[in-house]
């Protein structure tokens, strides 16, 4: 199972953006290979539209909160004989970003 929020607020008084994201991932088993762009999809997903010009750019702060919970990796490189296997009963991850434009 997959659940995402995301909430972006934006208060024009004070000039400050923020965008708090939360992924949860449950019973999920993922086939990684280096072919596969998963990473690059998700940050496009969540960028801004190009184009869009501040002209006095606002103050800004992301967080992203992960949750996997019974969730396992299988990456096999393409070129070496080996493979990695992790698994994850349970792990929370919390990234902070503050930006200052």
């Not at 019973?27 to 998963?38: L, N, P, R, V, Y």
């Not at 750019?57 to 992790?86: A, N, W």
Request: glycine fraction near 4%.
């Amino acid at each position: 199972m997959f659940h995402m929020t995301s909430l972006l607020s934006f208060d024009p008084v004070v000039k400050f953006k923020e965008n708090d994201t939360n992924l949860a991932f449950t019973g999920i088993s993922w086939k990684f290979s280096i072919e596969q762009t998963a990473v690059d999809d998700v940050q496009d997903f969540f960028a801004e539209p190009e184009g869009i010009v501040y002209l006095n750019p606002p103050h800004q702060c992301t967080r992203v909160s992960v949750t996997l919970g019974e969730c396992g990796v299988d990456y096999k490189p393409l070129h070496i004989p080996s493979r990695f296997v992790l698994s994850f009963e349970k792990m929370k991850v919390r990234i902070k970003d503050a930006l200052k434009t």
